[in-house]
């Protein structure tokens, strides 16, 4: 693997600056709403028990259709009006969060969050012709707020402590609309961070204690490569650095996870065959493929021991790409077996998101639009 670019620390400026949130002790300027964290009207209690394969259901209240994750403590999803549920797996409790749909405001919308040290970030609005913005939920203190900073469209956005990285267009017009870079917003300090000023789109950022990466497509469309950031040391390394299309980046610590092409065919139109998963690992720089079934293999997710994707091997996509039947598949890389943890024939179950022993996943009906998210106890296929 070429190492062009694993030091471009003199060639990419990095430009912090300081912004406040807009919450303050006693409340923010979220439209009013910094109060109101949880309708209570709206709740569901108790889990379902476990199916023959080992799977519970989590959420009951709506649908999951904008996003979800999963922290070990809690899941948190949106479904497709935007609004977000949370499920604690300790009191088994799901909920409603603010704002909801009423009068005064008829179009609220939070969407593709994330939760992590008991804070929950998603973007959204609170009104029609507002400007996308990040919001972020605070568990211990039951107070919301608006991130107080000039965002244009922020997008995919995740967290890891008190860290939030995410793409946005503020600087769309400098190539001619194809420009979104990768910023970086630590919720202590109150300091945003431009990670990227590359050319053309940087997007999906993922963070895990001092180290980011991201899709990166500097070598034009169906050519994503995998880039990595250490915040700690400021030097970026190309993880992939070819003409081959790699993308949907993972991390946990030491460990990175993406999605590859190299074995497959990458079309103009977006689609491609024989997806497989490729791990990395940065300490020694070890390249390793984890999937070899001619299938796609996809959108992976790495916690400790295990890596887990979505698997169409026994599954298919309808014409316009979406997954009719999919399922779950685990690699332990302590045993280096890979297991099926979800059995579906006609479902969509994608997406996995683990933390411990524990995966979450979304199950899917196509035809019916129903769907919800399952939990499955990895201790039963590894005890």
């Known amino acids: 693997m070429k190492e062009r670019y694993q030091r471009m620390t003199a060639l990419v400026a ?44 989590l959420s009951y209240l709506s649908i999951p259709f904008l996003g979800y994750f999963f922290d070990g403590e809690y899941a948190v999803y949106a479904n497709k009006d935007g609004q977000m549920f949370l499920i604690s797996l300790k009191t088994e409790e799901e909920k409603a969060l603010c704002p909801y749909k009423r009068p005064e405001w008829p179009n609220p919308w939070r969407s593709w969050p994330r939760i992590a040290s008991r804070r929950i970030v998603a973007q959204g609005t609170n009104k029609e012709n507002e400007s996308m913005g990040i919001f972020i939920y605070d568990i211990r203190s039951l107070r919301q707020y608006r991130l107080d900073l000039p965002l244009f469209d922020p997008r995919h956005i995740d967290i890891a402590g008190t860290r939030l990285v995410y793409a946005d267009r503020r600087f769309w017009d400098d190539l001619g609309g194809q420009n979104t870079e990768i910023f970086l917003y630590d919720i202590e300090t109150g300091v945003e961070t431009r990670l990227t000023t ?10 895990s204690g001092d180290r980011v990466v991201w899709e990166d497509y500097r070598k034009g469309h169906f050519c ?10 400021k030097e970026y390394r190309n993880i992939t650095d070819d003409l ?15 999605t590859d092409l190299r074995n497959g065919e990458s079309r103009t139109n977006g689609s491609y065959t024989n997806a497989d ?28 021991k295990y890596i887990g994707w979505t698997d169409l091997r026994h599954g298919n996509r309808t014409s316009s790409g979406m997954y009719e039947v999919s399922n779950v598949f685990v690699y332990n890389l302590e045993t280096r077996e890979e297991k099926q943890v979800t059995f579906s024939t ?26 919800a998210l399952w939990m499955v106890d990895l201790k039963k296929y590894w005890p």
């Open 224 to 233: 994503e490569e995998i880039v990595l950031y250490d915040l700690a040391t």
């Open 277 to 304: 998963v490729y791990l990395y690992r940065i300490s020694t720089g070890e390249l390793t493929q984890i999937t070899t079934d001619p299938g796609d293999q996809e959108y992976p997710f790495v916690n400790g």
């Open 346 to 371: 006609t479902l969509s179950e994608c997406c996995p998101v683990i933390r411990g022993d524990k995966l979450v996943y979304q199950s899917y009906d196509i035809n019916t639009g129903k769907g």
């Open 14 to 57: 990095i430009c912090s600056l300081a912004f406040s949130c807009s919450w303050t002790g006693v409340g923010s300027n979220d439209g009013g709403l910094d109060s109101c964290f949880f309708l209570d009207q709206i709740s569901h209690t108790g889990l379902g028990e476990p199916d023959t394969f080992g799977s519970t259901r």
């Open 198 to 207: 590359q050319p053309m789109i940087q997007a999906f950022p993922a963070i």
């Open 244 to 258: 081959v299309r790699q993308f949907s980046p993972n991390i946990d610590g030491d460990l990175i996870v993406w």
